[in-house]
């Protein structure tokens, strides 16, 4: 787990603008995913990515969007366009696909001012 | 969609006794079942897993049980202790590259 991390921890966002959490892996691991969280609910997938310059949507990528340039980093912006961003985001990394186990970062709790 | 269900939401267990957490899934060709522990406000850790041609893990005082033909699969703590505390959660492989959660099951260990 203290392969993953995941800045800021918290981060305050102002109406209609774009932010962006740094999630980066010293694991080595092919694949990395984010997860959205929101109080009493389990983890909802945005995004992941198995290999470098290639990611997948998610169920719920609408307002999103992710980049992967390197092996080590997946950022993940959430944009204007995402309405209801207040929530818990958790980044994962895995050696390969979603049949191997997912280490996760410590989060970044995102609000709305 | 796939799915996977997790049941209970909550639940309380006195200190010493046992608590059972199920979870179903929907795609048959499911084969890997991870369980992660969350602590409030802090990341999943993975507490046990298994694999689609294993019917039962352990692991001290945790056991995980797969039924493949009924499709679901329940997490065991015996001997729970207060740190046992913390909401539990599911998940099932669903292809090679997307994971699905279940909801979540808030234990709560009264001493």
């Known amino acids: 787990d203290g392969g993953i991390t995941q800045s800021p921890k918290y981060l305050f966002r102002k109406e209609g603008q774009n932010v962006t959490l740094s999630c980066e892996q010293n694991?080595?691991?092919?694949?990395m995913y984010w997860y959205r969280q929101d109080p009493g609910q389990g983890l909802r997938l945005i995004y992941y990515?198995?290999?470098?310059?290639?990611?997948q949507k998610g169920d719920i990528a609408e307002g999103y969007s992710v980049s992967r340039e390197k092996k080590e980093s997946f950022p993940l912006t959430v944009t204007s366009a995402q309405k209801n961003p207040t929530a818990f985001y958790l980044c994962?990394?895995?050696?390969?696909?979603?049949?191997?186990?997912?280490?996760f970062g410590p989060g970044t709790r995102l609000l709305v001012l | 969609g796939e799915n996977v269900e997790q049941h209970p939401s909550t639940l309380s267990v006195q200190e010493g006794d046992s608590a059972v957490i199920k979870c179903t899934y929907s795609?048959?060709?499911?084969?890997?079942f991870p369980w992660y522990k969350q602590e409030l406000g802090k990341r999943p850790q993975l507490i046990i897993d298994?694999?689609?041609?294993?019917g039962e893990k352990k692991d001290q005082r945790i056991a995980v049980t797969l039924n493949k033909t009924a499709k679901h699969f329940s997490l065991h703590i015996t001997e729970t202790q207060p740190e046992d505390s913390a909401v539990y959660f599911c998940?099932?492989?669903?292809?090679?590259?997307?994971?699905?959660f279940g909801a979540g099951t808030r234990l709560t260990v009264k001493p």
């Open positions: 994962a990394s895995s050696t390969r696909g979603a049949q191997e186990t997912q280490y």
């Open positions: 694991l080595n691991h092919d694949a």
């Open positions: 990515s198995q290999i470098v310059n290639d990611f």
């Open positions: 795609d048959s060709a499911s084969n890997y």
């Open positions: 298994i694999r689609s041609n294993v």
């Open positions: 998940a099932a492989s669903i292809g090679v590259n997307d994971m699905r």
